[in-house]
């Protein structure tokens, strides 16, 4: 998000070598500090790890105090970092929203929007939507993240992210991209000639189950169904857990068990036969994706063209 930015600064400041430096080692500082990693700050500024590593080092003999502690998996602020990232950093997110909004001057419309969101909805929702958009605005860029934790889309740098409807916060705006979802308890035909279908959810504690782990709070997920009102949790067990959608659409395929998931996961499977629904009276629908962004922030430019071409 922050590489225009750098470009610009560089500029702006050719006649001024100290002033220069002096906001490149400060824009370095900020961007280490939120991505936790020299590696990522570097790919996102586009320098070397040597030249951030050795702008750091700079900035911190300058001030006479260390600013990030460092180890061999991860960086973080000091506590004088701490208050450093916290008195300028929003003076950069304030030239850059500055930045995207004097692109509306212009005759073609520009910039960077970036979108995490898990993959079956990029696959199936995003893309087809946003590729239409991409080749008519070729200055519009879109950087899309594949995640499946509940992302603070403020605190990663996203203009906004992808979730169910059910799960967004209430400082957020959420705008639906997509229609209502059911789950869908699904398993190959090979495993049902095998395995009685179950009649009811408490009937999957006999049942092979292929168990997601939550990404964001580390559990397993526990399986929600309802029927006319009455709630009803699963704890169920079998072979395999994974953390995202795709493999374990995968191994439902393989007759390892049977799985649980939004439906959409599993639709052209279900259509062609190869997986077979069950308990789908158990599964009502419930709020789809929904597209969602700071309240606070005003969209830029590129983002309002996005919010147009996703906009159910």
């Known amino acids: ?144 993240d594949i995640s499946y934790a509940l992302r603070d889309i403020v605190a990663d740098r996203f203009d906004a992210g992808v979730r169910l409807g059910e799960s967004i916060d209430r400082d957020m705006i959420a705008m639906p991209i997509g229609p209502k979802l059911r789950m869908a308890a699904v398993a190959s035909p090979a495993y049902f000639r095998e395995h009685p279908a179950p009649k009811s959810p408490e009937d999957l504690t006999g049942h092979r189950c292929i168990n997601m782990r939550l990404p964001t709070r580390g559990g397993l997920y526990v399986w929600e169904f309802e029927r006319r009102g009455r709630k009803l949790n699963v704890r169920v067990d079998g072979p395999a857990v994974f953390n995202a959608s795709p493999p374990i659409v995968l191994a439902a395929l393989d007759g390892l068990g049977i799985a649980f998931m939004p439906e959409d996961e599993f639709t052209p499977h279900i259509e062609e036969g190869r997986l077979l629904r069950v308990l789908e009276n158990w599964c009502p629908p419930f709020p789809g994706y929904h597209l969602y962004y700071p309240s606070r922030r005003q969209p830029s430019p590129a983002f309002s063209l996005v919010l147009d071409a996703l906009r159910a």
């Open 1 to 144: 998000m922050y590489a225009p930015l750098a470009v610009l600064i560089n500029q702006a400041c050719q006649t001024a070598p100290m002033a220069r430096s002096n906001l490149n080692d400060l824009l370095a500082f900020v961007t280490v500090a939120r991505e936790g990693s020299f590696t990522r700050a570097a790919a996102l500024l586009g320098v070397t790890q040597s030249a951030l590593s050795q702008a750091i080092k700079a900035l911190e003999e300058r001030l006479e105090i260390r600013l990030l502690t460092r180890t061999t998996r991860s960086v973080s602020p000091t506590p004088a970092g701490e208050r450093l990232l916290g008195a300028i950093g929003n003076r950069f997110d304030e030239i850059e929203s500055e930045l995207d909004a004097l692109t509306a001057l212009r005759d073609k419309p520009a910039g960077t929007v970036r979108i995490t969101s898990g993959d079956t909805v990029l696959r199936n929702t995003l893309l087809p939507r946003l590729l239409p958009l991409m080749r008519r605005y070729p200055d519009v860029r879109i950087e899309f």
